[in-house]
């Protein structure tokens, strides 16, 4: 985890935002997501976010969705990821947070998946639908081998469990909160309220946690990165890296365009 604490570190002391990008792995295949995750790092995102096809995405909207259903269709999942982490690891010391659902994790079973995730080179793992009250046994399995999972909070969420995430963090490794701008599903375009808002609720959450804080969801140009940094710790964009792969899966010149554009505004 100490790759992650790391570049907060960095940027913090540079006075910019950490830059977290999000792509589907195996979308186009396993050789892209390789060469377009390398992209995103050579332009400047700070943590790699590989998302882990899945056939049920609750909390993916249509781009993600279609990315996860192009990706299962040709044989992709859990074990292709892994082996995507691996291949990124040997060629880079980028932070990789392993994004997914904890159906595939449950079924591997959590000690055998932990083992797996650290061999493969992951910092962290984001199982987007894992309750804090029922991850105590995976942030175990994890935290032996110096892999963070990384808690999600909406703006539904009441401080009680926020606080609770600051206990957690004080037994395990939580390299940073995700905070998820809007009640709803990833890939629409964030108002510029909403994400101002989100960011000064990121804010709020860092100080009741003691640990960075990211923003995510709604954030599709540099113009929303920058509103929904100023008061949190960086910014996840995803949805928008995994329609440019879609319109263009054989060329990484429009992600690289916008990692670039992201980067400058943080």
């Not at 186009?28 to 390398?38: G, M, N, T, V």
């Not at 539904?156 to 600051?166: H, N, P």
């Amino acid at each position: 985890m100490g790759r992650i604490d790391d570049v907060f570190a960095k940027r913090a002391a540079e006075g910019k935002k950490v830059l977290v990008t999000y792509l589907c792995v195996g979308d186009p295949d396993a050789e892209r997501s390789i060469a377009l995750a390398l992209a995103c790092a050579e332009e400047g995102a700070d943590v790699l976010e590989l998302g882990c096809p899945f056939s049920d995405p609750s909390a993916d909207g249509v781009a993600i969705a279609r990315a996860s259903q192009r990706a299962l269709a040709r044989g992709g999942g859990l074990a292709e990821t892994l082996e995507v982490a691996r291949a990124i690891r040997e060629k880079s010391d980028v932070p990789l947070v392993l994004f997914g659902y904890y159906n595939p994790l449950f079924v591997r079973g959590e000690q055998d998946a932990a083992r797996a995730v650290a061999n493969a080179g992951v910092d962290a793992l984001l199982v987007v639908d894992l309750p804090i009250d029922e991850s105590t046994p995976l942030r175990e399995a994890c935290a032996v081998r110096n892999v963070g999972v990384v808690p999600l909070v909406a703006p539904t969420t009441k401080l009680d469990r926020i606080e609770k995430i600051g206990l957690f963090a004080n037994r395990y490794p939580v390299p940073f909160v995700y905070y998820v701008s809007m009640t709803g599903v990833t890939g629409g375009a964030g108002a510029s309220e909403v994400l101002g808002k989100a960011g000064e609720e990121a804010k709020r959450v860092r100080e009741v946690t003691k640990r960075p804080t990211v923003v995510g969801f709604g954030i599709d140009s540099a113009d929303r990165a920058r509103i929904a940094a100023e008061h949190a710790d960086g910014v996840v964009v995803g949805s928008e890296i995994v329609r440019r792969i879609e319109k263009d899966p054989k060329s990484d010149a429009a992600v690289r365009e916008l990692v670039r554009d992201l980067r400058a505004s943080l």
